[in-house]
C-alpha cells in the first residue's frame, strides 16, 4: 500500500506487483542473497496517470541471515532490502523507493 498525502488517512491507494526473482544460499544454508524483477500496476487513478498504469519493480535483499527453528521450520531475518515500485516510469515518474527490514517464517513440506 502507498500512503495517502493526508497522514491521518488510511492507505487505499495501491499497486499490484508480480516479481520472479532468484536467491543464493551459502554457508551451509545460513545466508541467503536475492534479488526480483517485475511489473508495478498503479490500481488508483491520479489527475496525470489513469489507472491500470504499468511499469516495473525490483526488490534487492542483500543479505537474509537464516537460522533452523526445526527441521523444517526457518525464520529469516533481512535486516536491510531495497524495494522500488516504478508503475509510472515515463513521462511525470510515479515512483516509491524504500529501505525495509524483513522476517520471514518459512516451512517445508519435503525435506
Known amino acids: 500500500f502507498w500512503p495517502s498525502e493526508d ?3 488510511a492507505p487505499i491507494e495501491s499497486v499490484f506487483e508480480t516479481d520472479a526473482g532468484l536467491g543464493f544460499l551459502i554457508l551451509k544454508q545460513q545466508v541467503r542473497f536475492s534479488a526480483s524483477f517485475g511489473t508495478s500496476t498503479l490500481l488508483f487513478a491520479t489527475d496525470i496517470v489513469p489507472r491500470g498504469t504499468t511499469g516495473m519493480s525490483l526488490d534487492i535483499n542483500p543479505v537474509g541471515l ?13 535486516p536491510l532490502s531495497l524495494k522500488i515500485s516504478m508503475p ?8 516509491n523507493i524504500a529501505f525495509v527490514t524483513t522476517v ?8
Request: charged share 25%; proline share 6%; hydrophobic share 40%.
Open 104 to 111: 520471514a517464517i518459512e516451512y517445508g513440506f519435503w525435506k
Open 88 to 95: 509510472q516510469p515515463s513521462g511525470v515518474p510515479i515512483t
Open 7 to 9: 497522514l491521518s488517512a
Open 66 to 78: 537464516r537460522f533452523e527453528l526445526t527441521e523444517r521450520n526457518i525464520i529469516e531475518i533481512r
